[in-house]
């Protein structure tokens, strides 16, 4: 273990990130183009995500204690700390880039959130397609469907958020 596993458990974590993002945009880009029959999917796929995430933190807070240790810093110092600490060469600039990278998919992954969350919200309100009072079994069940997967993918796009990474980078929760 060093700071050579941490920078790859970093690298992981971010290509997570990276394919998270790519999970919300494609799910908007469905629901724009009107193919709510793909929200299950999407969901399903950003599910996923998460899922190897957890793993992937995990991963790199074990390193991150590890490089901690050998540095002479608490086991549970941020990633702001880490560089601050790290000594001289090349990994205070190899940790830096890894913060800056890490906050930057932050952000975009809350502006996709937010943004998927709005998209799902207007869908979510218009009527369902024929409409008419007349009753409909298989309307009514293709609805039903439709706005749990609304629902689902809400939800979804709502645990996107990374707050634990956030603390991990800059040892504070907003």
Known sequence: MGAGDLS??????????????????????????????????TASEMESVLDRMRFEALARSVESAAVAAEWGLPAQAPLVGLVAGAPPGAWPEVLQDHLEGLRELLRQLGDAARANEDTLRRVDRQPAAGASGETDTAGDLDHLTTAGNIERAMAVTRRTTQPLLENYLDGTLD
Do not use: D, I, P
């Open 8 to 41: 790859a458990a970093l690298w992981q974590e971010r290509r997570q990130l990276e394919l998270l993002l790519f999970r919300l945009e494609t799910q908007r880009l469905h629901v724009l183009a009107g193919n709510l029959k793909w929200l299950g999917f």
